[in-house]
């Protein structure tokens, strides 16, 4: 998987590069009348499903506010981390709103807004595990989602002796973790008060923090219009308290410091 | 955060599981079709053929289906050409069943005895002939239980369509998982509903056994 997305990456920054930018993104949403954004559907709060499958979360909520402020009608197209860039990249998106978080290598291929979601990374665990820093990780199994930023960071800082074990997505790494097959996991604030709001047997308490890493919005390179754009939003959402809002609804929290 | 029922995840998962069927059916009639031919060229008298199927049948066994899915979705859109979810899922999965039916159904007319196409030559039938009236009728028989054995494959490759958009079971058991935490309920109900499709193609094609064995022997 991992390699299939490097291969496609590098195909899409091939074509990306050998073809200008021929029309305005912005000037196409407006006239198309719909925003298309690619939205989580496994990583609650920012986006899981209702009763109807249908998504909600953060980033649906913030992808609607961005449709209204630009005045059109908002196309939620639903994705895994494995394929959302390459829905960007195929322009089978405009934006991609999926708890994107901002690293050298995606800014290769892809630019971002500003900061819109709170978004901190950290190795969590029962109560008595004792792990204060990666150090303590010796000899110790952490579930990780593959190819996610947690993974690229710890795999950094992890000692050699400690086993990461890599899973598809955020679901099967938490089912790991609440099933018992890891001790350790290793994921972001949200994901773990999602689910302490439900109460499980092993309830997860944070070990160490990895890296505090908001998130972005992906859109295309090339784009700067709308760039400006969705930028111009996010900060009048920030001001208003829009975002503030969100942040309580479905973070049950105010809304940190985002910085640039 | 919306409390799901047993119900709730249940009726999610039925309402999942057409598409699982829809996209098994498509699979399984486009390989069926695109395979006999296949089938065809890989046992008849011209090598380049012959050879040029062998390639296609290589390509498409030794790939992961996954990732001729994504070439099909994302990599033709690459190139230019828009592919709806359902036109790149029906491409990849008629291409990747074709392959394996291809190769199954070459087995079950190789192993049937070379005098049987040598007397039908004699008969003064043609290639084409031989094959329709004297070869084919006999190859079906041998080629039911592998051949359904595979279709039970395809129930569960379609799984894989879920990286193009498609919520199919195993992706609607997964995102059920993720609003419930209730991993053991929700796979559980998927695990049994791939069964209860699974299950009757296998009771199906012990009964053609025996019906086709039966009509052998009279």
């Not at chain 1, 000692?159 to 899973?167: D, G």
């Not at chain 2, 066994?61 to 592919?83: K, R, Y």
Request: proline share 5%; charged share 15%; hydrophobic share 50%.
């Amino acid at each position: 998987m991992k390699l299939l997305q490097t291969l496609l990456a590098t195909a899409c920054l091939a074509i990306a590069s050998s073809q200008a930018a021929h029309a305005d993104a912005l000037a196409d949403i407006q006239a198309a009348g719909v925003l298309k954004v690619a939205v989580p559907q496994d990583f609650p709060p920012f986006g899981s499903v209702g009763l109807d499958l249908q998504p909600q979360g953060y980033d649906i909520d913030v992808a609607r506010l961005l449709a209204k402020g630009l005045g059109v009608k908002v196309e939620l197209v639903p994705v895994t981390s494995a394929n959302r860039i390459p829905y960007l990249q195929t322009k089978k998106v405009d934006l991609v709103i999926s708890s994107l978080g901002k690293n050298a290598e995606r800014e290769k291929t892809i630019d971002f807004s500003i900061a819109y979601a709170p978004f901190f990374l950290a190795v969590f665990g029962p109560q008595e595990a004792g792990v204060g820093k990666a150090e303590d990780l010796a000899g110790k199994t952490v579930g990780i989602t593959r190819g996610s930023v947690e993974d690229l960071e710890l795999s950094k800082i992890a000692p050699a002796s400690a086993e990461l074990k890599r899973f598809e997505d955020n679901n099967t790494t938490i089912s790991a973790y609440l099933s018992g097959q890891v001790g350790l996991i290793a994921t972001g604030n949200v994901v773990i008060a999602a689910i302490a709001a439900k109460n499980p047997p092993r309830l997860p308490v944070e070990q160490f923090k990895i890296k505090n890493s908001p998130c972005f919005i992906g859109l295309n390179k090339g784009e700067p219009a709308l760039q400006a754009k969705v930028n111009a939003l996010i900060e009048a959402a920030k001001k208003d308290g829009a975002l503030e809002q969100l942040s309580q609804k479905w973070f049950k929290a105010p809304l940190p410091d985002l910085g640039a | 955060m919306p409390e799901f029922t047993l119900w709730d995840i249940t009726r999610n998962l039925l309402l999942a599981a057409r598409w699982t069927v829809l996209l098994s059916l498509i699979a399984f009639a486009g390989g069926a079709i695109v395979g006999l031919l296949v089938t065809l060229a890989r046992v008849s008298k011209f090598k380049a053929l012959r050879l040029l199927m062998r390639g296609y049948i290589e390509l498409f066994q030794g790939t992961p289906l996954l990732m001729q899915l994504f070439l099909a979705f994302f990599g033709l859109s690459l190139i230019g050409i828009e592919v709806s979810p359902w036109v790149a899922a029906s491409l990849a999965l008629t291409l990747w069943s074709s392959a394996f039916l291809a190769e199954i159904w070459r087995g079950c007319v190789e192993a049937i005895p070379k005098g049987q196409s040598e007397a039908s030559a004699s008969l003064g039938l043609s290639w084409l002939e031989a094959m329709r009236y004297v070869i084919l009728p006999q190859a079906l028989r041998i080629a039911i239980p592998p051949t359904v054995g595979f279709s039970v494959q395809v129930v569960k490759g379609t799984a894989l369509a879920s990286i193009i958009g498609f919520v199919e079971l195993t992706k609607a058991g997964t995102m059920l998982n993720n609003a419930t935490f209730q991993p053991f309920t929700v796979f559980s109900l998927v695990a049994l509903m791939y069964f209860a499709l699974c299950y009757p193609l296998s009771l199906y094609a012990h009964s053609l056994e025996a019906k086709l064995h039966a009509a052998r022997r009279t």
